[in-house]
Structure formats: structure tokens, C-alpha cells
């Protein structure tokens, strides 16, 4: 059974930060591409950051800068660092695993979701 675990959100104030953990189980992790999500209510998921197995990342525009994707492939685990959060910042946040080229399992797995509110 695959799971994604998140852990790490909160209730912070502008400008500080939080480390967003996701651990997945029961995949193999080199084969997927992991990346971060966010929605809010109303509004569609999006993309917040990915990182390759071979650690290559992309980020949303609004959060370059600030936010950082990172991954320990021996450990199975994927975090997002987040800096200077602003209250554009806060919704849900969504760990995500993507299959890459060369998996042959094309399913795609999601977390539950943790929270993350930034508010003074």
C-alpha cells in the first residue's frame, strides 16, 4: 500500500518559516519525481516545486527565491524548506510523487495534506 506522510505545517507569521517533511512508503522512490502542490479553497491545486531523483529542481515563480525542494534518496524522504512566507503563502500543501520516464508504474500519488497558514 503506498502512502504519502506529511508532516510540518503550521500557524506561522509573516516573513518566518516552516520545513514541510513527506515521507512516502511503498514506492520506489528513485522512480518517481516528487514535488509539492498547494490549493486553497475555491482555487485549482498548483505546482509549488519538484525535485528529480537526480535532484534537478524547478519552482513556481512566486516562491523562487524563497522556498527550496530537497531530497534524500537513502532515506526515502522530500522536504520543502519555506522562507520569508507571506499570507499569499498560506493553504494547503500537498506532497506529491510522480512517476519518471523510466518507471514503468504510471500512477501518480498523492498526501493528504498538511496546512500551512501564515498570518499576523
Avoid at 514506492?27 to 534537478?56: C, D, H, N
Avoid at 520543502?80 to 512566507?85: A, D, E, K
Avoid at 493553504?91 to 520516464?101: D, G, L, R
Wanted: charged share 20%; with cysteine; hydrophobic share 30%.
Amino acid at each position: 500500500q503506498v502512502q504519502l506522510v506529511e508532516s510540518g505545517g503550521g500557524l506561522v507569521q509573516p516573513g518566518e518559516s516552516l520545513r514541510l517533511s513527506c515521507a512516502p512508503s511503498g514506492i520506489l522512490f528513485t522512480f518517481y519525481v516528487m514535488g509539492w502542490y498547494r490549493q486553497v479553497p475555491g482555487k485549482q491545486r498548483e505546482l509549488v516545486a519538484t525535485v528529480t531523483s537526480q535532484g534537478k529542481t524547478d519552482y513556481k515563480d512566486s516562491v523562487k527565491g524563497r522556498f527550496f525542494i530537497s531530497r534524500d534518496n537513502n532515506k526515502s524522504t522530500v522536504h520543502l524548506q519555506t522562507n520569508t512566507l507571506k499570507p499569499e503563502d498560506t493553504a494547503v500543501y500537498y506532497c506529491n510523487a510522480n512517476p519518471s520516464i523510466f518507471n514503468p508504474d504510471r500512477r501518480e500519488y498523492w498526501g493528504q495534506g498538511t496546512q500551512v497558514t501564515v498570518s499576523s
